[in-house]
């Protein structure tokens, strides 16, 4: 568990990512991609679907010994709660109502983050889209682990520490890479969800709480669906910076494993990513994929070759358009 990796560095480019020019050349071989974008009509009744099971449970585990609200946090509380984060993912795309209501979306977004527990919602939609749009650069994607990462977790053991605290380099890494001044709708993402959490508690008692918290944090640490945080973007082969996922969990994920369908057309609802996948698989069916978020997990822990320095980093050219 103390094998040190080998790499000291991220690995830095210096081209462009790959996903415009692909995304160029399948629209002109396939222009019928087209008709996949827009809003998932769908979309919006799953969310409330999902939003209503958990403000069930809430009400179930608040009656229950500890050993069983600690059960049913990961067991239950983690996947629901990580497919929420998902959620808010394909809404900050503005899949939920479509382009022309994009507000609709945000607060739309805000619904989906109340079973979260931690105001999220607002954020993440301002530096998603810099992720999209400058994929690995230097300053920008919030998405690139700090230097501080790739040094100290270096170790089998480190690297599964820096697993478990995934949710808390998330949530600092925007301040430390590319700090941006506070916005209505954020002010607004922490008014609403601290005042339903302050109701929550006085409705339901600190079990309930601990529910919901405790399966927000599990559920993006050390847990099967958190492997897409690793799958994605981590370079497992050189030369490959964004990965698929082709397995049974992008039923819990909307279909966040279809990573690269998703960069090349991140106008696509995740629901409609398979055809894109079906209409040009000269395109996908070559490139490196996994079939298990689990091993990816295993694998990232246990290969002295990977660390948090194991991405594709580019320094920017012209200017940098921020959300």
């Known amino acids: 568990m103390g094998n040190r990796v080998v790499r000291e560095d991220f690995e830095w480019v210096y081209t462009d990512q790959p996903?415009?020019?692909?995304?160029?050349?399948i629209l002109g071989k396939y222009p019928e991609i087209k008709t996949l974008m827009g809003p998932d009509t769908r979309l919006?009744?799953?969310?409330?679907?999902?939003?209503?099971?958990?403000?069930?449970?809430?009400?179930?585990v608040k009656d229950l010994d500890w050993k069983w609200v600690l059960f049913w946090t990961y067991a239950f509380g983690s996947?629901?709660?990580h497919?929420?984060?998902?959620?808010?993912?394909?809404?900050?795309h503005n899949t939920a109502f479509g382009n022309n209501r994009a507000t609709w979306n945000r607060y739309f977004a805000m619904f989906a983050n109340l079973p979260i527990g931690l105001p999220y919602s607002a954020s993440f939609k301002r530096y998603h889209l810099d992720h999209h749009r400058y994929l690995g650069g230097d300053g920008v994607d919030v998405d690139i682990p700090t230097d501080f990462e790739g040094w100290f977790f270096c170790t089998r053991f480190r690297k599964f520490v820096w697993?478990?605290?995934?949710?808390?380099?998330?949530?600092?890494?925007?301040?430390?890479?590319?700090?941006?001044p506070i916005s209505r709708l954020e002010l607004a993402n922490v008014v609403v969800q601290l005042s339903f959490n302050v109701a929550l508690y006085w409705l339901c008692g600190a079990k309930t709480m601990v529910y919901m918290l405790a399966g927000s944090l599990l559920g993006m640490g050390?847990?099967?669906?958190?492997?897409?945080f690793i799958a994605e973007h981590y370079m497992f082969l050189k030369g490959h910076e964004t990965y698929s996922y082709y397995g049974s969990l992008n039923l819990l994920t909307f279909n966040v494993g279809y990573h690269n369908e998703h960069h090349d057309f991140p106008s696509i609802p995740g629901r409609r990513l398979p055809l894109v996948k079906k209409i040009a698989p000269e395109y996908y069916d070559d490139l490196p994929h996994y079939t298990s978020w689990v091993k990816v997990l295993y694998d990232f822990i246990m290969d002295d070759q990977l660390s948090p320095y194991s991405r594709v980093k580019r320094r920017l050219k012209g200017e940098v358009k921020l959300e």
């Open 222 to 228: 050390l847990h099967p669906i958190s492997g897409h």
């Open 83 to 92: 497919s929420m984060t998902l959620a808010i993912h394909e809404i900050s």
């Open 79 to 81: 996947c629901i709660n």
């Open 163 to 180: 697993i478990i605290l995934q949710p808390l380099f998330y949530a600092i890494r925007p301040l430390i890479i590319n700090p941006k």
């Open 19 to 25: 996903h415009a020019d692909r995304r160029k050349e």
């Open 44 to 60: 919006k009744w799953i969310v409330c679907m999902m939003v209503a099971i958990q403000f069930l449970a809430f009400f179930l």
